[in-house]
């Protein structure tokens, strides 16, 4: 087993720097849309053998340092009652979103195998293939709860605000609700296989420090006490946090995650431990002096221990293969090092 992710994620020494990407099974893999061809997100999810085989795409095309199980942040609120669809250019929709206290009181807190018994699965078919990590991960409770509010994706957050402000005690429901269903579900994905966890809140960046220090952070410390009992290290990643970093290493976990709009030495000085991160996507599309000299950047900033490679968000559909496979290949040469 390469176990490089695992060290680094605990701050061991490290023979070279590993590398994973986020959304590294997806669509700027031809193989991923010859197997999707003819089939909704939705039924790709549903079908395990066919997630274990995207799963274990990238690592037939790259040599990265770990696998993370072809799944989606938001099917747990099937589970939990809400009518999910992913529409074509559009992205995920939820038909009927929380607009009451009623709809809050009426969601579900089922257990992971009955939620989303294909993603465990998933894992059980990939485990055996792998000679590297497997990584399970949940949305966080309040990036879910936006989506719930929403309906969808937004860049106002206008809802998710006002019913923060005006219905706290519908809040405090909603949120105390998703930490126990994304705990039970990281759980059950450990229990399953997975050697490691991430937590996507990828909208958090929508808060200021003050409202999510009120509204936010006691449910992720909450989520993440529970997480520490499972033994495996855990990942908390987001976005546009770079002025409060602080406090989300306030709440746990082993790794911060960021974008790109924040040095990696500023989020290790934040966080006190390792980082993952943090080239922005874009870059995969320029020339490879422009991408080089980006790399070496994100390298230079992240020092040699704690530091796990990885983009500053998930990888775009049009991403050139070429130069991801470049990526990888360089990472692993320009930080080999004696240990």
Known sequence: MNDLLIRACRGEAVPYTPVWIMRQAGRYLPAYRALREGRTMLEALRDPDLSAEITLLPLQTFDLDAAIVF?????????MGMALEFVPGVGPRLSAPLRTTKQIDRLRVPPAAEAMPEVLATIARVKPALSVPLIGFAGAPFTLASY???GGSTRHF????????TEPAAWDRLLTKLVAVVADLLAAQVKAGADCVQVFDSWAGALGPDDYARYVQPYSRVLFARLA???VPVIHFSTGTGTYLHMLAEVGGDVLGV???VGLDQARRAAQRSVMGNLD???LFGPWRELKAHIDAVLAR?????HIFNLGHGILPETPVGNVRR?????????ARST
């Open 229 to 231: 009992a499972l033994k």
């Open 281 to 283: 996507p874009l870059t």
């Open 259 to 261: 974008d790109w709009r």
């Open 148 to 150: 719930a509010i929403e």
């Open 158 to 165: 206008r809802r998710t605000k006002a019913l923060m402000y």
């Open 302 to 306: 992240a020092g040699t221990r704690g």
């Open 327 to 335: 990526l990888v290949d360089y990472v692993h040469s320009a930080t």
């Open 71 to 79: 799944s989606d942040i938001l099917p747990p609120l099937m589970g």
